[in-house]
């Protein structure tokens, strides 16, 4: 099935986007093999252009690198691992204080939602 992707970020950036978030969620494991761009590709139903955009800006931020002929890795480098999913929490918890203020929320109150709605799974 096609993923699906937004109209207002560039196609590229929301697939990167996925993709880092399969690999800090341990989807794809430190030095595991990535599948290869016509594959994931094939996989979102994007042009195999736009897929080797997105992985390219994987590896510039040091989350895959290429290993020749061979294909790309993901990287087993814990520091790089661990300043990525700390800037994805920080975007994240951004991301709901905006969303939370927007709605005429208070920290306090998008807190108390968060911790009721962990007790509740």
């Not at 096609?2 to 590229?12: D, L, M, S, Y």
């Not at 929301?14 to 994931?40: C, H, M, N, T």
Request: no cysteine; aromatic share 8%.
């Amino acid at each position: 099935m096609a993923w699906q992707f937004n109209g207002r970020e560039a196609v590229f950036l929301q697939i990167a986007d996925r993709l880092r978030w399969e690999i800090l969620g341990g989807k794809y494991s430190p030095d595991e093999q990535f599948p290869s761009v016509r594959q994931l590709a094939a996989e979102a139903a994007v042009n195999p252009n736009t897929m080797q955009k997105a992985l390219t800006h994987l590896e510039e931020e040091g989350l895959l690198h290429a290993q020749g002929t061979v294909g790309r890795f993901v990287t087993s480098d814990r520091a790089v691992l661990d300043a990525a999913r700390e800037r994805m929490r920080r975007k994240t918890v951004r991301h709901w204080l905006e969303e939370a203020k927007a709605l005429g929320m208070t920290t306090e109150e998008l807190i108390h939602y968060i911790k009721e709605e962990d007790e509740n799974e």
